[in-house]
Nanobody, 117 residues
Framework: QVQLVESGGGLVQAGGSLRLSCAAS????????MAWYRQVPGAQRELVAG???????NYADSVKGRFTISRDNAKNTVNLQMNSLKPEDTGVYYC???????????WGQGTQVTVSS
């Protein structure tokens, strides 16, 4: 069983920065893809940023150039550095681990990010 624990959310003014972290338990972290998703009330979770086990990254168009995802396999953590935050970045941010074999996805409990204008 994999557990994901997010931290780092909070309230910030527009233009500010936050750094989210997600710590994973277990021994499969280094072979798994990781991602951050965002959800706002009434909408589905949407992909914000992802990173493969090999370190390749992808981003939603809305955050390109402002957010950076990174991973530390020695510490079983994935981070999301969020700069130049906008009110539309507000939402609950969830960490996700995608185990390759067997193909199973795990979610963290979420952390609230609120950007005030």
């Amino acid at each position: 069983q994999v557990q994901l624990v997010e931290s780092g959310g909070g309230l910030v003014q527009a233009g500010g920065s936050l750094r989210l972290s997600c710590a994973a338990s277990g021994s499969i972290f280094r072979i798994s893809a990781m991602a951050w998703y965002r959800q706002v009330p009434g909408a589905q979770r949407e992909l914000v940023a992802g990173i493969t086990s090999g370190g390749s990254t992808n981003y939603a168009d809305s955050v390109k150039g402002r957010f950076t995802i990174s991973r530390d396999n020695a510490k079983n953590t994935v981070n999301l550095q969020m700069n130049s935050l906008k009110p539309e970045d507000t939402g609950v941010y969830y960490c996700r681990l995608d185990r390759p074999i067997p193909r199973i996805g795990y979610w963290g409990q979420g952390t609230q990010v609120t950007v005030s204008s």
